[in-house]
């Protein structure tokens, strides 16, 4: 029954292809963790699993309606019935949405507008009292560069060894030749400071925020664990009608197990355009075929073909061959 199901789906899923209307499905990254991950108390997803976990809600909600919308016009009742039964993940990117857009950045919440204000004030004061040592004509013969450099994610002058007593503040390195000095004057000691301190801020709000939203999806991973199943089976069926267009294949047409199978116009998939198509039909009433040719002459690979394809069609899938051949 589960590969009865499967055939009618990929068939439906070629009706769809044939249609030429827009694909509605797309590719995701694995969400299973990220459910499992939901289902543990107190735990707290990061900004990238949480922007898989919203885009594939998304794809889930735009099949959905794609097929649904396609079905109105398309005999495709397996799709159909498939879309309906997917749940329902919009509340999940809602709430997600609320706190990253779509590319999955960070929004400009306001409960992070404030620190993120004080941040860039405290960057600007920094620059502004690197500036008053660089543009300082009495300082020229002290510094070796008036560019700074950063040290420790710290920006830093480089000093000539011999004038570091011109310039108060924190030693960060020497030079392998011993001839400069990297300082932090005092003043920006005291502003990176207040720099390390609201970015911990930020980092700690922005956990909170993340911490809450995670709280808030737990109650949708089952629904997130049964959506994706319903979304896998969909894809495989998908991928399987789309070789079956790129190859010109067909569904076999299901026999009892104790008949004959039937082979019109067979190409082995893998010789491609290169195959040579064969029919392999057994005489009525007849369990055995005997087959006979010269070497080189296609017995080998006309074996293989009807081994292939019987393994192809019990596990649902298409083969390259006319209609009306029987498996």
Known sequence: QEITAFKATARQWMTFLESARPLPLTGWEPVEPIADILAVANSVLNQQELHTLAS???????????????AKSLPIPHLEAQAQDLPDLQQPIQLIGRVLDKSGQLKDLPELREIRGNIARIRREIDSAIRRYTSDTSLKDVLQSDVPV???DRQVLAVR????????????EVSQTGHTVYIEPEEVVRKNNELVQEEFALSAEIRRIFRELTASLAPFH???????HSMVQLDGAYGTARWAVNNRAIFAKDLPPESQPRLLQ?????LGEQAVPIDLVFPQNCRVLIITGPNTGGKTVSLKTLALFTLLNQCGFPIPAAEETAL
Do not use: E
């Open 266 to 270: 067979a190409r082995h998939p893998l």
């Open 150 to 152: 950063l040290r420790s």
């Open 222 to 228: 089952q629904d997130i664990l049964l959506a994706h």
């Open 56 to 70: 594939f809600c998304s794809i889930t909600v735009q099949t959905a309606k794609a097929l649904l919308s396609a």
């Open 161 to 172: 060894s011999g004038s570091r007593s011109k310039i108060r503040g924190i030693i960060h």
